[in-house]
């Protein structure tokens, strides 16, 4: 599997923007699929999430902000991304990993899978 992420940008705060994940060679019966960001001097995080059966997960932090979503051919997934806040302020990462390193929706090692370039997300306050 192949990853290519984007769509990043600045925003203030209170804005939203779209981050898209597209996969090659890739079947969503087979990989798990997650989105990561890590700040400057911060340690990398879980963002959200979506396994081989369809399930989302997120984390508390952007529950109710944030939405993982798919195109119709299942090889394109987007964050969606609402409300955002300074904090949420990182360079996001999209990562697809094949199934039994998963766990709960989210790769055992998130550098063990196939990740895209980053896209950074800057919010104003």
């Known amino acids: 599997v192949q990853v290519a992420d984007s769509g990043g940008g600045s925003v203030q705060a209170g804005g939203s923007l779209r981050l898209s994940c597209v996969l090659s060679?890739?079947?969503?019966?087979?990989?798990?699929v997650s989105w990561f960001r890590q700040a400057p001097g911060k340690e990398r995080e879980k963002v959200a999430s979506i396994n081989t059966d369809g399930l989302t997960t997120y984390v508390d932090s952007v529950k109710g902000r944030f939405a993982i979503a798919k195109d119709v051919t299942e090889t394109t997934l987007y964050l969606e991304m609402n409300d955002l806040k300074p904090e949420d302020t990182a360079m996001y990462y999209c990562?697809?990993?094949?199934?039994?390193?998963?766990?709960?929706?989210?790769?055992?090692?998130?550098?063990?899978?196939?990740r895209g370039q980053g896209t950074q997300v800057t919010v104003s306050s």
């Open positions: 990562v697809a990993t094949y199934q039994p390193y998963c766990r709960g929706g989210y790769p055992l090692d998130p550098d063990f899978g196939a």
């Open positions: 060679r890739y079947t969503p019966d087979h990989f798990c």
